[in-house]
């Protein structure tokens, strides 16, 4: 059963600095991931999504990277800003559906950027 | 982009009464979605898979029977909780994949009292 950690739980930064989420996933036999900003009572916006052939995607300030083989894969935030802040969830896609599985879901990692 | 609105976006009810939740795919059709539960500081576990026209596939631990689905069309999923208690109070949310990408509705508050 797929297995999904996310470090650290909680972090909180001043603002302008750049960041590392971590997520790591027990089963390496993945059709993606993707990465997530939940906001308070709120449903989940779709930030980056790497399929498992990909090494990395970017977007604006955020890039995230997938080491597939050792289970990891990061998020980065460039120049942090006080309206980043979020919880960041990661999901992993399941292969055997080639990507019609739900997704298995990390805890997340709460975020403050202080002004 | 793509959207998938979900409705209603919190609901209170009593003991024993059922409820029912929507998810629409709003400018694209989904022959599949899927049903998430969240509690306070959990992550989103997946309840169920739904399938348009067939029978919905629900994980392991997920009452079939209390949480009921149907995915009548292909733009629109329903989950109805039956009888519900106060332990079925949670953050609800679907979901529907677009060339990949997992989108995901508002949610709903479900509190029962």
């Known amino acids: 059963k797929q297995e999904v950690t996310q470090i650290p739980a909680a972090l909180s930064v001043p603002e302008g600095e750049n960041l590392v989420l971590n997520c790591s996933f027990t089963?390496?036999?993945?059709?993606?991931l993707q990465w997530f900003r939940q906001d308070p009572g709120k449903g989940l916006t779709s930030l980056l999504l790497?399929?498992?052939?990909?090494r990395e995607q970017t977007s604006g300030r955020l890039n995230a990277s997938l080491d597939k083989s050792s289970g990891r894969s990061t998020l980065y935030i460039a120049a942090s800003q006080p309206g980043d802040s979020a919880t960041y969830l990661c999901?992993?896609?399941?292969?055997?559906?080639?990507?019609?599985?739900?997704?298995?879901f990390g805890k997340g990692t709460h975020l403050i950027i202080q002004p | 982009g793509a959207v998938v609105s979900q409705h209603p976006s919190w609901v209170i009810c009593k003991s024993g009464t059922s409820v029912k939740i929507e998810c629409r795919s709003l400018?694209?059709?989904?022959?599949?979605m899927f049903w998430y539960r969240q509690f306070p500081k959990q992550s989103l576990m997946l309840m169920a898979t739904?399938?348009?026209?067939?029978?919905?596939?629900?994980e392991q631990g997920v009452e079939k029977d209390k949480f009921l689905i149907n995915h009548a069309s292909l733009t629109l999923s329903t989950l109805t909780v039956t009888s519900a208690h106060p332990e079925d109070s949670s953050f609800y949310i679907c979901?529907?994949?677009?060339?990949?990408?997992?989108?995901f509705g508002q949610g709903t508050r479900l509190t029962v009292v």
């Open positions: 979901s529907a994949r677009r060339q990949g990408y997992a989108f």
């Open positions: 089963d390496s036999a993945i059709y993606n």
């Open positions: 790497i399929q498992s052939s990909q």
């Open positions: 999901a992993v896609g399941g292969y055997s559906g080639g990507g019609a599985d739900g997704l298995t």
């Open positions: 400018d694209f059709q989904a022959t599949t």
């Open positions: 739904s399938n348009e026209g067939s029978k919905a596939t629900y």
